[in-house]
């Protein structure tokens, strides 16, 4: 080889390894923010799974944290960790409460971190604080509004929390089976988005659908004929607990998407 | 060198054969060898009346590595009182001594001593011209049969002739390995000891394409990047110390951990890097290449040595060399301490290494050596990236004061080579004791997952727990033969490598509020075995063709006791429910099962390797290598009968090489394109707090090295430019620089005046370093790095005051930086974070070290 000949050959790797080429991929920060879907309000009320029209006037929903995973489990019936085995592409791990009925953007406190990879799941987490203590009660959804069916009204109002309340007893050889963070965690929420570079990671609460399959008229009545949901499940009717199913549905309630 | 043959008695045969044994030569040696040059005239007075004729008493002389002459041997005995006078004479000789890469080193040549007979007064017959006068101490070789400058006394000539040059030049020492093509580096420190270095794994640096981080702290084994290869702390390279392996069979934290920390750096003389898999005598782990430390001391004497230094930084050195005996024969003992920069950086650490190197004889030589080490230290670990932004943290704060470890290594070795007829025979035997405890958290609270059977609970800490006890017994040797063929020399080398492993390896995991362990992940005792076997052969078809190369195998054997096999049960006793146990001693359905289990399984390695030499061509050498590699697994992959899933490195590169020897110094430059291909790379996981296996990947680069010595000046350089990728994605390998460039420089000079009539010796040295962006996950690049370190040093007789600043620029770098998932609340409740992020280590910021030194006794 000669000298002119390695000039060349080195010239060409220096051209070819100098900072050339990447591992692939990219990551990034970016807004996020969460709003309403505008449906089950006054001015568009919806209807329930069970016939009830349903206008809102309170949906706000803490919401503590927000995940996307780029796979979704194919079964998670025995898993007892808190969150996916894949890999997470984005999260938000900020709180907002986030007041369902309007459509107006609310934004998260801080920046959202994203990897530009596509993500198959997304997760809400409903927590106020560790989402493994049973103890926090913070209240999750604080709901009111006005349902009616066949000319029977039914005013309403509830909230809801998960604590212990939410504490599934076990076989005391199995005392980790449901662990507190199953309750909080709604997941995996079908998505199908790729987090880019400038664009804003948006969280859609549908709160009207969290009443499909409420039947009202099961629900207990105040004085003042307020018919009030309760959170204590060994109490509770199974309206209340279908609010609660509603509150944590996977599907149909949030949606995940990026937009500029 | 044992097998140099006598090849003339002139000095350019002599020189001839110097060149023979430096890089390049048609023997294939990669080293320089310059023979010693006489310093006095080789004449003696007469014993006697003189007589009229000359006298000459040819002898044989052994010349130490500080110039003096420690034995005389007479060829040819005769008169014994002219054979008395001269060998006493001869003892009193000096010489420059033989430079072995420009280590002086001992030597034996061939020489003779004159008692020269008076000129007779009238010339009956013709008189030669007289020469031109010749500096009185003149290095400039003569024949050995030239005649002393006519009219002269030559018994009292002040000016006398030029003294006789060596007709043979047997270097007294170790046979080196043959050269095995460009990328082998012998890379003596010389000089440059004087460029500040924190710790003898930096003296890596001298080798093209080497890049050292450390995340785990002072006592924890540098993490190496060498020539695209993340060899992590050993893993991927061959490290010994004077043939003693380095590496570490069984560790947990890596298989082939490598801390070489328990190396004194004043006690390296030089080191041997080959970068790539081409000598049959690499073994286990020479996936980058290897690397092996030859120890000694030039300083002879009895030195002390203190330094203090930023951050609280103190150090006190012993070395012991007695003058006369083999370079190789030292004493050395340190105990240092240091606050260390920023947060949880404290370290305290003392070591001894002592050997003798002996005679047995003319032909053979042997080595007992000792070594003790311990040390305990704090680690700030890594930082997130967005946590010191956003000043949560600062750039050289801790994200958990926990970290850390303790280490300790001993062990003893002995050695024996000997020359037999045309057999070259080295047998070494070594025995290693090795302890480490390593508390590292790179995750925060993110891998304490609830378990069915647990009782519920928070996220714990991830911070890992982890103690190695190894003992390690072994031994390599080997016979060397050659004849001649083609009209040439021919060799052959057939040899082994064993060694025996007996390993105790646990890992729990520690809560960060009690500090006590919560969960066993790990508890393996391993009985690990590596015994190699090679046949290594020099043809040499033609004067500057050289095939050199040969095949070895490699068996390791397995047996692994898994003291927690079971960790979770599917549906347990209801009766006997585990708990919170870790190591359980119950399968499905409650049936009781012990919590333990023994797999053993063993594989075999075929290596095929080979270099091919063309030339030296007016100092030019042009090579071609080709080699295959191995790196065994971590005993916790092991499955019954499995066969293990060795790592395979093939390597091809080709090379040329100058080596000249100048009037003024030497200078050897080097030029090496470069491929090598990993079948299974290991990956580093943060998750598992080590490496794990992975893919496929390929490198390619080149590397350009330099290295001019002169008595002025000792300059080292080298820059390496490689790209690697996966096999599968094409996709950049993460971490590793594509981009090294470093230099090493020190100056050397008497100082132009006098104090009390001795002239302070003055040196310099200046250490640079560039890294370019190394690729990071997720398409991203890292920070560059460039730092400059330098020192000054005067000596003054006995006496050596050394200034040290490191990072002159005083640049805030990142020293590692590294994305993967943590999770560092900043509070109790906050919600975890689960996507990839910038972590890094922070670089030292400028630290200044001064060291007194004294030497007494010694040359």
């Keep these: ?260 | 060198m044992h097998f140099s043959r006598p090849i003339g008695s002139t000095s350019r045969l002599a020189l001839a054969l110097g060149l023979c044994l430096a890089f390049g030569s048609t023997r294939a040696r990669a080293q320089t060898v310059t023979p010693p040059v006489p310093l006095d005239p080789p004449t003696a007075p007469w014993p006697g009346p003189p007589e009229d004729h000359d006298i000459t008493v040819p002898l044989v002389l052994t010349v130490r590595a500080d110039g003096s002459v420690s034995a005389v041997e007479l060829t040819a005995p005769g008169d014994p009182t002219y054979d008395f006078a001269a060998r006493a004479r001869a003892l009193t000789w000096h010489f420059t001594p033989a430079l072995r890469d420009g280590v002086p080193v001992a030597s034996r040549i061939r020489s003779e001593l004159r008692f020269l007979a008076p000129a007779p007064s009238p010339a009956p017959a013709p008189v030669p011209p007289p020469p031109p006068p010749t500096p009185s101490t003149s290095p400039t070789p003569s024949a050995p049969d030239s005649d002393p400058a006519p009219g002269s006394d030559p018994a009292l000539d002040s000016d006398p002739a030029p003294p006789a040059a060596p007709s043979e030049v047997v270097v007294v020492g170790r046979a080196p390995a043959p050269s095995r093509g460009a990328s082998d580096f012998r890379t003596p420190v010389g000089a440059l000891a004087r460029v500040p270095r924190k710790n003898a794994t930096e003296l890596l640096k001298l080798a093209p394409g080497v890049f050292l981080t450390n995340e785990g702290g002072d006592g924890h084994a540098e993490r190496i990047y060498l020539r695209g290869f993340d060899a992590r702390e050993g893993q991927d390279i061959e490290a010994t110390v004077d043939h003693v392996p380095v590496n570490e069979s069984g560790n947990l934290h890596g298989n082939g951990y490598a801390d070489l920390h328990f190396i004194i750096p004043e006690l390296v003389l030089g080191l041997r890097v080959l970068e790539g898999p081409f000598d049959p005598r690499q073994g286990n782990y020479a996936v980058a290449g290897s690397v092996d430390y030859e120890m000694g001391l030039r300083e002879r004497g009895l030195t002390t040595k203190l330094t203090l230094g930023s951050y609280g930084t103190q150090r006190a050195l012993v070395t012991w060399a007695p003058t006369g005996e083999s370079v190789h024969t030292y004493g050395g003992a340190e105990i240092a301490q240091s606050d260390g920069f920023g947060q949880n950086r404290d370290t305290k650490h003392g070591g001894a290494m002592a050997q003798y190197e002996g005679r047995l004889g003319p032909k053979t030589t042997f080595r007992v050596s000792g070594t003790a080490y311990a040390n305990t230290y704090h680690s700030a670990g890594l930082l997130r990236a967005d946590d010191v932004a956003s000043g949560r943290r600062g750039f050289y704060d801790t994200a958990d004061p926990n970290q850390g470890g303790d280490g300790s290594r001993f062990q003893v070795a002995t050695d024996i080579e000997s020359r037999a007829g045309d057999f070259l025979l080295y047998q070494q035997l070594f025995a290693i004791r090795r302890g480490m405890r390593l508390r590292e958290n790179f995750t925060g609270f993110l891998l304490d997952s609830q378990e069915a059977i647990q009782e519920p609970h928070t996220q714990r800490g991830d911070l890992i727990d982890m103690h190695v006890a190894e003992s390690t017994l072994g031994g390599r040797g080997w016979a060397r033969t050659h004849g001649s063929l083609f009209g040439h020399d021919q060799e052959l080398e057939l040899g082994y490598f064993a060694r025996t492993d007996a390993v105790t390896a646990l890992q729990q995991r520690i809560a960060a509020a009690s500090g006590v362990p919560y969960r066993t992940e790990t508890n393996l005792e391993s009985d690990l075995a590596d015994i190699g076997i090679y046949a290594d052969i020099a043809l040499r078809p033609l004067g500057w063709l050289t095939l050199r190369g040969g095949v070895r195998s490699d068996l390791f054997v397995y047996d692994v006791h898994d003291l927690c096999a079971v960790d979770d049960v599917s549906l347990p006793s209801p009766d006997h429910p585990p708990g919170d146990a870790s190591c359980l001693d119950q399968q499905r359905g409650g049936e009781h099962r012990e919590p333990d289990q023994r797999s053993s399984t063993a594989s075999t390695k075929l290596m095929p390797r080979a270099t091919l030499l063309f030339g030296p061509f007016q100092h030019v050498t042009f090579s071609l290598a080709y080699g295959e590699g191995v790196r065994s697994i971590d005993p916790s992959y092991i499955t019954q009968d499995v066969a293990t899933p060795f790592a395979s490195v093939v390597a091809q590169e080709a090379g040329v090489a100058y080596a000249h020897t100048f009037d003024t110094g030497s200078v050897i430059v080097r030029s090496v394109f470069f491929r090598t291909h990993v079948d299974k790379d290991l990956v580093f996981s943060e998750t598992e707090g080590r490496s794990v296996l992975g893919g496929g990947t390929t490198r390619t680069g080149w590397t350009g090295a330099a290295r001019f010595t002169s008595g002025l000046l000792d300059e080292n350089a080298n820059v390496t430019l490689v790209r690697s990728a996966f096999d599968d994605t094409g996709l950049l390998v993460p971490y590793v620089p594509d981009i090294v460039v470093r230099s090493d420089t020190a100056l050397n000079a008497d100082l132009p005046f006098a104090v009390a009539g001795y002239e302070p010796h003055g040196s310099l040295g200046l250490g640079a370093s560039y890294v370019g962006r190394r690729a990071l996950p997720y398409g991203q690049r890292s920070d560059t790095i460039f730092t400059l370190d330098g020192s000054a040093a005067v000596r003054y007789r006995m006496f050596e005051l050394e200034l040290e600043v490191t990072n002159l620029l005083n640049t805030q770098h990142k020293l590692a930086e590294y994305d993967f998932v943590s999770n560092f609340p900043a509070n109790a409740g906050a919600a975890p974070t689960l996507v990839p992020a910038r972590h890094f280590a922070a670089g030292p910021p400028r630290m200044f070290f001064l060291s007194l030194s004294a030497t007494l006794g010694g040359s």
């Design chain 1, 1 to 260: 080889m000669t000298s002119a000949f390695h000039v060349t050959l080195a010239s060409a790797l220096l051209l070819t390894t100098g900072c050339v080429g990447t591992t692939g991929g990219d990551t990034f920060s970016f807004e996020a923010f969460g709003r309403g879907t505008g449906t089950g309000t006054a001015d568009s009320p919806a209807v329930t799974g069970l016939g009830y029209t349903l206008a809102l006037t309170r949906a706000k929903v803490h919401v503590g944290a927000l995940y996307l995973n780029r796979v979704t489990p194919t079964s998670v019936s025995s898993d007892t960790t808190c969150t996916l085995p894949g890999v997470y592409v984005a999260e938000v791990p900020f709180a907002l409460e986030l007041d369902a009925l309007s459509t107006e953007r609310q934004p998260f406190p801080s920046l959202g971190q994203a990897t530009a990879d596509l993500a198959e799941a997304g997760e809400v987490w409903l927590t106020g604080g560790d989402v493994n203590d049973p103890s926090d009660s913070t209240i999750i959804l604080d709901v009111a509004g006005l349902a009616e069916r066949d000319g029977a009204r039914f005013p309403f109002e509830g909230t809801l929390t998960i604590g212990e309340n939410r504490l599934e007893p076990t076989p005391p050889e199995l005392p980790g089976l449901k662990p507190i963070c199953k309750e909080r965690i709604v997941s995996p929420v079908p998505a199908h988005v790729t987090p880019e570079r400038g664009l804003a990671l948006v969280l859609s609460v549908d709160a009207a659908r969290m009443f499909s399959n409420v039947e009202f008229s099961e629900l207990a009545a105040d004085a003042n004929g307020l018919y009030h949901f309760d959170d204590d499940p060994s109490t509770a009717t199974p309206a209340s607990e279908n609010l609660y199913i509603g509150l944590r549905a996977a599907t149909g309630i949030y949606d995940f998407g990026f937009e500029p």
